[in-house]
């Protein structure tokens, strides 16, 4: 079966600071993968997806990057994290059919 | 641009009756929909979901009715549980297509025992 496994669970981190969350997926090969932010208060908001190795798509700009370096492999990236970055952070799988998207149990990021 | 819109951010029922949770959407395009439960501090997990070529899908107390010509779908739950409170999120999208799924703000249901 499929799983999807996403770390840190909780993180802290200063202003200015470096930032690097992972996301693996087993189990299903060539999935679509995508990062979205639930800010307090708001919804789910996509930030990336990549539909195969090296092939990404932002949906909003900002200070925030992500990479595929593998198949089953998404990483979210800062380099210098600002406040409003705070949030919970879901990664999620879909199959090539895209009809249902699987998330992870997320990371929930406190930028002070 | 929100796409896809709930614009009841919280919902109360008494255990036993339904709960309707609304979801309103722009985009005549999207064709496939979503409902997704999330608790605090965990990923959303999946409901129900709902094609375009159908006004209703129903699974156990969970039914989603889709009213193409108003942009409009709704997630009935009879009988409410306590458990079930929680945020249920809305979400469309043309995954044919290969576009992503828009989700809404999230209504936070509290089913009073």
């Known amino acids: 079966s499929q799983t999807i496994h996403q770390w840190p669970a909780t993180l802290v981190q200063p202003v200015g600071s470096p930032l690097s969350l992972e996301c693996t997926v087993e189990g299903t090969s060539n999935p679509n993968l995508y990062w979205y932010r639930q800010a307090a208060g708001r919804g789910l908001q996509l930030l990336f997806y990549s539909v195969g190795i090296g092939q990404i798509s932002s949906e909003v700009p900002q200070n925030l990057s992500a990479s595929r370096p593998q198949d089953r492999q998404f990483i979210l990236s800062s380099k210098k994290l600002l406040l409003s970055d705070s949030g919970f952070y879901l990664c999620?799988?879909?199959?090539?059919?895209?009809?249902?998207?699987?998330f992870g149990s997320g990371t929930q990021l406190s930028v002070l | 641009d929100q796409q896809v819109k709930q614009n009841s951010p919280s919902l109360s029922v008494q255990e036993g009756r339904i709960s309707i949770l609304n979801c309103d959407y722009t985009?005549?395009?999207?064709?496939?929909f979503l409902w997704y439960k999330k608790y605090p501090a965990e990923g959303p997990t999946f409901l129900i979901s709902?094609?375009?070529?159908?006004d209703k899908n129903e699974d156990g107390r969970f039914t989603v009715f889709l009213n193409k010509s108003a942009k409009h779908l709704s997630l009935h739950i009879v009988p409410s549980q306590p458990g079930d409170s929680a945020v249920y999120f809305c979400?469309?999208?043309?995954?044919?297509?290969?576009?992503?799924?828009?989700f809404g703000t999230g209504t936070s249901l509290t089913v009073i025992p």
């Open positions: 709902i094609s375009s070529i159908k």
């Open positions: 999620a799988w879909s199959g090539r059919l895209n009809e249902k998207l699987f």
């Open positions: 979400a469309a999208g043309t995954p044919n297509t290969g576009n992503q799924f828009y």
């Open positions: 985009n005549s395009m999207f064709d496939y």
